[in-house]
């Protein structure tokens, strides 16, 4: 059976082509994009929220989106353990829909921050990270105006080892320098109990290819390869 | 039905956990600045008008609160949903 994955296309999705590009013709998965009010989770095995300003982040970023039919699709996908990857904007509206626990708030900075940072690994556990190391450091885009981590239940986090990612310096040192957004605990994406969901505020498909990373890093592939090898298990 | 139309002004305001660098940076570097350091504390916040169809004021509000709850208005995690004036049209 062929694996299809779907990139669910909202009002304000700008990221959508370049996850689609990654998917089809990097890592050579079929791969599909769908208008959010189209989206039937029957017809796929994986699906990808991507990022941009979904329905123009009125309100706050991700909650109109939350509330498409596109989301009760997806939960549908969640309960059955089948992957759900959340990109920036995307992981906003997993927050929204409280798929995912906590809430993304205005960077500190009250900039809009664009730039190449690096993330360190916490847990290599999950259907996104399985081709990770715990503790490597990887180098990865963000662009993102709302992007601060809150959650009020930071223990049950750390316990449930949810913390997929955490802001670091090259050398996976935690520093305040290196959280671009003044995130809680230097948190850059967090996973469901359950492992299928994950929401990161960086963008793996901007980090996909040598020739787009000022290093000639492939960084963002793993995420995708990781998704990929563990829909073929499933 | 429904008697007589309601004018409700709700703000939806970060909870004191939850830093606020838009009303930080308004203390910090404008009204401090400007001479103003009798200002103790700002919170920014959302601020929405709302005009709907209820049978008194009590009646009104309820039908906000349980509408902003139902579709999260307001994010229970971050924010606290005030109602700040409710009126007769």
Redesign the interface.
């Known amino acids: 059976m062929t694996i299809k994955i779907a990139v669910v296309q909202f009002p304000g999705a700008n990221c959508d082509l370049d996850a689609m590009h990654v998917l089809n013709n990097v890592i050579g998965v079929e791969t599909s994009l769908v208008w959010h009010n189209h989206f039937k989770e029957a017809e796929f095995d994986g699906v990808i929220l991507p990022g941009g300003f979904a329905f123009g982040d009125y ?2 970023a991700g ?1 109109i989106a ?2 498409s039919p596109a989301l009760d699709q997806a939960r549908i996908m969640l309960k059955d353990g089948r992957p759900i990857l959340g990109i920036c904007n995307g992981f906003q509206i997993l ?2 829909a409280e798929f995912l ?3 993304l ?6 900039k809009f921050v664009c730039k190449w940072i690096n993330i360190r690994v916490e847990n290599n556990k999950t259907p996104f990270t399985h081709k990770m190391k715990n503790g490597d450091v990887l180098a990865i885009p963000v662009a993102h105006g709302e992007g601060r981590y ?3 239940n930071l223990k049950e986090l750390e316990e449930n080892e949810q913390i997929v990612f955490k802001y670091s310096d090259e050398n996976g040192k935690y520093t305040q320098n290196a959280n671009p957004n ?1 995130s809680m605990e230097n948190i850059a994406g967090i996973c469901n109990l359950e492992r299928n969901c994950m929401g990161l505020m960086p963008h793996p498909e901007r980090a996909s290819e040598a020739i787009l990373s000022p290093k000639s890093t492939t960084h963002g592939k793993l995420f995708f390869d990781s998704m990929l090898e563990f829909i073929k298990r499933r | 039905m429904y008697q007589s139309e309601f004018e409700i002004e709700i703000s939806l305001e970060n909870k004191p956990a939850a830093r606020d660098p838009v009303a930080e940076t308004i203390k910090r570097d404008l009204l401090a600045k400007k001479g103003y350091d009798l200002i103790s504390k700002v919170r920014s916040g959302q601020y929405l008008r709302i005009i709907l169809k209820a049978n008194d004021e009590k009646d009104a509000k309820e039908i906000v609160t349980s509408m902003c709850n139902d579709l999260r208005i307001f994010n229970p995690v971050t924010q606290n949903l005030n109602i700040i004036n409710v009126k007769k049209l």
């Open positions: 309100l706050r909650i939350a509330h927050t929204e626990p906590g809430a708030l205005q960077n500190e900075s009250l809150f959650t009020d003044g």
